[in-house]
């Protein structure tokens, strides 16, 4: 099973739509989580970081955590085509803290 | 700077040559990664510092490549006798211990 695993898509939804992407991780002592975008030719930005159990809203983006499940989500609301970009999952490892990332996933936004 | 600092952001170089890579982190950030990424694929892990233990090095694709952190602070990827397939954009990101990871701008390799 690979550390950080993501659906790498494309995932293609029309404007104004609910983009969903999915992140499964491995190691179940991870304690830090984050999403970042990156859009073709640029360095990866992060958009979100989640700590904890639940839920995080920031904007039209909200991040949800089930360390039970070790499972991660991005869900993006209202998605407009200026969020058209690789997402990539970033997920701490136990005991070193180094940050893994998943291979990410392609969204492709329609006007 | 306020970010992380890659230089140069452009390198061609000839296949056998020795380069040089550096990557200024964002001060009192005691973690630091090297990635790789060729043409529309993923991030490839190479190595990782953290203070003052010995790197993970377990990305490194083969003997040709090496990195030091010199004083906790700048870091160094050589990779020695070029090779086209080294062809990549190098990036390096750096963060405090469980917090987010910013990435520099990066250096786009070309080996001819």
């Known amino acids: 099973q690979k550390e950080v695993e993501q659906n790498s898509g494309p995932l293609s939804v029309p404007e104004g739509a609910i983009a969903s992407l999915n992140c499964t991780y491995s190691d179940r002592v991870s304690q830090s989580f984050f999403w970042y975008r990156q859009y073709s030719g640029k360095s990866p930005e992060l958009i979100m970081s989640?700590?904890?159990?639940g839920d995080k809203e920031d904007g039209r983006f909200t991040a949800q955590l089930n360390k039970a499940s070790q499972y991660v989500s991005l869900l993006i609301r209202d998605s407009q085509p200026s969020d058209s970009a690789t997402y990539l999952c970033?997920?701490?490892?136990?005991?070193?803290?180094?940050?893994?990332f998943g291979k990410g996933t392609k969204l492709t936004v329609n006007p | 700077g306020a970010g992380v600092s890659q230089s140069p952001s452009n390198k061609v170089t000839e296949k056998g040559k020795d380069v040089e890579l550096r990557c200024d982190p964002i001060?009192?950030?005691?973690?630091l990664y090297w990635y790789r990424q060729s043409l529309g694929q993923g991030l490839e892990f190479l190595i990782y510092?953290?203070?003052?233990?010995?790197?993970?090095k377990s990305g490194l694709p083969s003997d040709r490549f090496s990195a030091e952190r010199t004083g906790g602070s700048v870091s160094t990827l050589t990779i020695q006798r070029t090779q086209q397939e080294d062809s990549a954009v190098y990036l390096c990101a750096s963060s405090r211990i469980y917090t987010e990871a910013f990435f520099g701008q990066g250096t786009r390799l070309t080996v001819v």
């Open positions: 970033a997920v701490s490892k136990g005991g070193s803290e180094k940050l893994v």
């Open positions: 510092f953290q203070g003052n233990s010995a790197p993970d």
């Open positions: 989640i700590y904890s159990n």
């Open positions: 001060s009192g950030h005691t973690a």
